[in-house]
């Protein structure tokens, strides 16, 4: 089978299905490769590279399969034979107009942004990839400009301080914004409904801030959910509050399917600093932002940037294309199981399913759900007998222990030469001592005792290699033992110190 690349009809779109890195790997799945002539120009792919893989330059609209990066216009939807599949960005949620005008025609069409969210479809995500160069950008677009550091500098001239970001909505997009915000310096606080994502945040060293609310829990789906007005207002509140202090914000609220949700409201871009900057990420689908201007950049009476373009992943064409087409490539991996060049779509495969549009003139939007759960439901656990309750040592007992210790100490002290009866006392008095202190410390204090151990091991070690060297074999051997014992208990307890101490320490 044939696959074609379109160039794409979009006005300003940079990016191409497929690269001559991609090109190679299809060829070696069995298919052949056929480039419209100066389809990715724009993204630095010459015709001559393509040729140099492997591909022809043609008319991708005869070929079997047709690989596009926007929906194609209507004129090359006219163009496409009958019974060819088209795989491209179709957002069949927000464009039924598209979805019906698909149905009417004698094709398969598969919508790569309705990929489900699931791990083994990871390698296909084409939102996250395409999320994740366009979270990077908007970091860019905004150093631009805002015009200052990032990062906090003390030089003879006097001191900067760190710019202040804050990203609304930890996605994918969220994250690689933190990271790149992060990474230059600047102080990051971000925002989000799942308080899963804090760590996540953390990791990349910003700061979470959450939302005090009774309907914060973690998604079922992977992806924000619609928040009630009662969340809403306290978000309000937050984003309130921060607005006069941040110098950059990052908005990236999306659900799939539905308008953007508004975060930042007029009255918040009006409190913020003259100079400061807001990227809407979500621009193209109303905005999160009051005041955005889809697909353009403008300044506020109060001097504040908003930016809402729509194409940052096609800002930086080159990789945004060799992710997508790399996104391709698994997507075929996955619907040619022999290897041949012969692409077979399997309804039982939840992902073929989500992302079929249209099968063969049949509409087959919107797709059976796939619940997808972010923490999935525990076991439940058996249920656990409590240990039976241990009995109390009864008063005659622990009385004739006690007389029965005394007895072996007196008959010691009775045998045994003048000089070592104040060393016996010594050892009991320090044994009954010892008991009282350390058994009465709580278990969790119990490591930081083995460093003061290690001082009384230490001299057990000096006393044993005193008295190893006395022509005695009882005495040698139990010095050796003792010297023996006490080096473990010194080592031991230097290991068990240090790990200690490790988990005070930040890396």
Same mark, same amino acid.
Request: no cysteine.
């Given at each position: 089978?044939?696959?074609?690349?379109? +160039?794409?009809?979009?006005?300003?779109?940079?990016?191409?299905?497929?690269?001559?890195?991609?090109?190679?790997?299809?060829?070696?799945?069995?298919?052949?490769?056929?480039?419209?002539?100066?389809?990715?120009?724009?993204? %630095?792919?010459?015709?001559?590279?393509?040729?140099?893989?492997?591909?022809?330059?043609?008319?991708?609209?005869?070929?079997?399969?047709?690989?596009?990066?926007?929906?194609?216009?209507?004129?090359?939807?006219?163009?496409?034979?009958?019974?060819?599949?088209?795989?491209?960005?179709?957002?069949?949620?927000?464009?039924?107009?598209?979805?019906?005008?698909?149905?009417?025609?004698?094709?398969?069409?598969?919508?790569?942004?309705?990929?489900?969210?699931? %791990?083994?479809?990871?390698?296909?995500?084409?939102?996250?990839?395409?999320?994740?160069?366009?979270?990077?950008?908007?970091?860019?677009?905004?150093?631009?400009?805002?015009?200052?550091?990032?990062?906090? +500098?003390?030089?003879?001239?006097?001191?900067?301080?760190?710019?202040?970001?804050?990203?609304?909505?930890?996605?994918?997009?969220?994250?690689?914004?933190?990271?790149?915000?992060?990474?230059?310096?600047?102080?990051?606080?971000?925002?989000?409904?799942?308080?899963?994502?804090?760590?996540?945040?953390?990791?990349?060293?910003?700061?979470?801030?959450?939302?005090?609310?009774?309907?914060?829990?973690?998604?079922?789906?992977?992806?924000?959910?619609?928040? %009630?007005?009662?969340?809403?207002?306290?978000?309000?509140?937050?984003?309130?509050?921060?607005?006069?202090?941040?110098?950059?914000?990052?908005?990236?609220?999306?659900?799939?399917?539905?308008?953007?949700?508004?975060?930042?409201?007029?009255?918040?871009?009006?409190?913020?600093?003259?100079?400061?900057?807001?990227?809407?990420?979500?621009?193209?689908?109303?905005?999160?932002?009051?005041?955005?201007?889809?697909?353009?950049?403008?300044?506020?009476?109060?001097?504040?940037?908003?930016?809402?373009?729509?194409?940052?992943?096609?800002?930086?064409?080159?990789?945004?294309?060799?992710?997508?087409?790399?996104?391709?490539?698994?997507?075929?991996?996955?619907?040619?199981?022999?290897?041949?060049?012969?692409?077979?779509?399997?309804?039982?495969?939840?992902?073929?399913?989500?992302?079929?549009?249209?099968?063969?003139?049949?509409?087959?939007?919107?797709?059976?759900?796939?619940?997808?759960?972010?923490?999935?439901?525990?076991?439940?656990?058996?249920?656990?007998?409590?240990?039976?309750?241990?009995?109390?040592?009864?008063?005659?007992?622990?009385?004739?222990?006690?007389?029965?210790?005394?007895?072996?100490?007196?008959?010691?002290?009775?045998?045994?030469?003048?000089?070592?009866?104040?060393?016996?006392?010594?050892?009991?008095?320090?044994?009954?001592?010892?008991?009282?202190?350390?058994?009465?410390?709580?278990?969790?204090?119990?490591?930081?005792?083995?460093?003061?151990?290690?001082?009384?091991?230490?001299?057990?070690?000096?006393?044993?290699?005193?008295?190893?060297?006395?022509?005695?074999?009882?005495?040698?051997?139990?010095?050796?033992?003792?010297?023996?014992?006490?080096?473990?208990?010194?080592?031991?307890?230097?290991?068990?110190?240090?790990?200690?101490?490790?988990?005070?320490?930040?890396?």
């Amino acid at each position: 089978m044939v696959i074609g690349v379109l +160039q794409e009809a979009e006005p300003g779109e940079t990016r191409v299905a497929a690269t001559p890195a991609t090109v190679q790997q299809l060829l070696k799945l069995g298919y052949e490769v056929v480039v419209e002539a100066g389809a990715g120009d724009a993204s %630095s792919f010459s015709d001559a590279a393509y040729v140099e893989a492997g591909a022809t330059i043609g008319a991708p609209l005869s070929a079997d399969i047709v690989f596009g990066v926007n929906a194609p216009a209507k004129a090359q939807l006219d163009g496409l034979k009958q019974g060819a599949t088209l795989v491209s960005l179709l957002s069949p949620r927000l464009d039924p107009a598209m979805v019906e005008d698909l149905a009417k025609r004698p094709i398969t069409a598969m919508s790569m942004d309705a990929v489900p969210r699931i %791990s083994r479809a990871q390698s296909l995500d084409v939102l996250s990839s395409m999320a994740n160069i366009a979270g990077y950008r908007a970091v860019v677009e905004a150093a631009h400009a805002y015009g200052r550091f990032f990062t906090g +500098q003390v030089t003879a001239a006097g001191k900067v301080n760190p710019a202040k970001v804050l990203v609304a909505g930890v996605g994918v997009a969220g994250l690689a914004a933190i990271g790149a915000a992060g990474s230059l310096g600047a102080i990051v606080y971000a925002t989000d409904p799942r308080p899963e994502v804090a760590d996540q945040v953390k990791s990349l060293g910003g700061e979470y801030l959450s939302v005090e609310s009774a309907e914060v829990e973690v998604s079922a789906t992977g992806y924000a959910k619609e928040m %009630s007005d009662d969340y809403n207002t306290r978000a309000a509140a937050l984003y309130a509050e921060l607005a006069p202090d941040v110098d950059i914000i990052i908005t990236t609220a999306l659900i799939p399917g539905r308008p953007a949700p508004t975060l930042i409201t007029a009255d918040m871009v009006a409190s913020m600093k003259r100079g400061s900057v807001i990227v809407d990420m979500a621009a193209a689908n109303g905005g999160n932002v009051e005041g955005t201007v889809k697909g353009e950049a403008v300044v506020t009476e109060n001097g504040v940037t908003i930016i809402g373009y729509t194409d940052l992943a096609g800002r930086l064409p080159a990789q945004a294309s060799q992710l997508y087409g790399t996104n391709l490539v698994n997507l075929m991996k996955l619907m040619t199981p022999e290897k041949d060049g012969v692409l077979v779509l399997d309804f039982d495969d939840v992902v073929q399913r989500g992302i079929t549009v249209v099968r063969d003139g049949e509409l087959t939007w919107p797709p059976p759900e796939v619940q997808v759960s972010a923490a999935p439901a525990a076991a439940p656990k058996a249920p656990v007998e409590p240990p039976a309750p241990k009995e109390p040592m009864s008063d005659q007992t622990r009385l004739g222990i006690v007389l029965t210790a005394a007895a072996i100490f007196f008959g010691l002290v009775a045998i045994s030469p003048a000089t070592l009866v104040p060393h016996l006392t010594v050892f009991a008095l320090a044994i009954v001592i010892g008991y009282y202190v350390i058994g009465h410390v709580h278990h969790a204090l119990h490591t930081p005792l083995m460093s003061v151990t290690n001082a009384i091991s230490g001299i057990i070690v000096v006393g044993g290699l005193l008295q190893i060297g006395r022509h005695d074999d009882t005495i040698t051997a139990v010095s050796t033992v003792a010297i023996l014992l006490a080096s473990i208990n010194v080592f031991g307890g230097f290991a068990v110190t240090r790990r200690m101490l490790a988990m005070f320490s930040r890396s």
